[in-house]
């Protein structure tokens, strides 16, 4: 089970440090996937940590804004934002990947939290 964490109403410009804890499952083998889903819009993949953590991938949207990382000790990843615009509105879910070759490909995910929303607004 993934469980997330930390989303919520921010102004522009703003950050969110969003968690995702992980229970029955060890993180240490899984790769974490960081999705959001805006109203009307299709999920998107916006981070990709190794089950490692040294490696790590963003979207273009993200990129220079977001920071992916992990604490495999804590069995728990982290979503840090930073420079959070309207367009970052979305429900945010963490997704557990056995093996790591998923990536942005949400299907071939084995678990998913159930999203924390953030909102960004003035």
């Known amino acids: 089970q993934l469980v997330e964490s930390g989303g919520g109403l921010v102004q522009p410009g703003g950050s969110l440090r969003l968690s995702c804890v992980a229970s029955g499952i060890t993180l240490d083998y899984y790769a974490i996937g960081w999705f959001r889903q805006a109203p009307g819009k299709e999920r998107e993949g916006v981070a990709w940590i190794s089950s490692s953590g040294e490696r790590t991938n963003y979207a273009d949207s993200v990129k220079g804004r977001f920071t992916v990382s992990r604490v495999n000790h804590e069995n728990t990843v982290y979503l840090r934002m930073n420079s959070l615009q309207p367009d970052d509105t979305a429900i945010y879910y963490c997704?557990?990947?056995?093996?790591?070759?998923?990536?942005?490909?949400?299907?071939?995910?084995?678990?998913w939290g159930q999203g924390t929303q953030v909102t960004v607004s003035s």
């Open positions: 997704a557990a990947d056995y093996g790591g070759l998923a990536e942005w490909v949400a299907e071939n995910y084995d678990y």
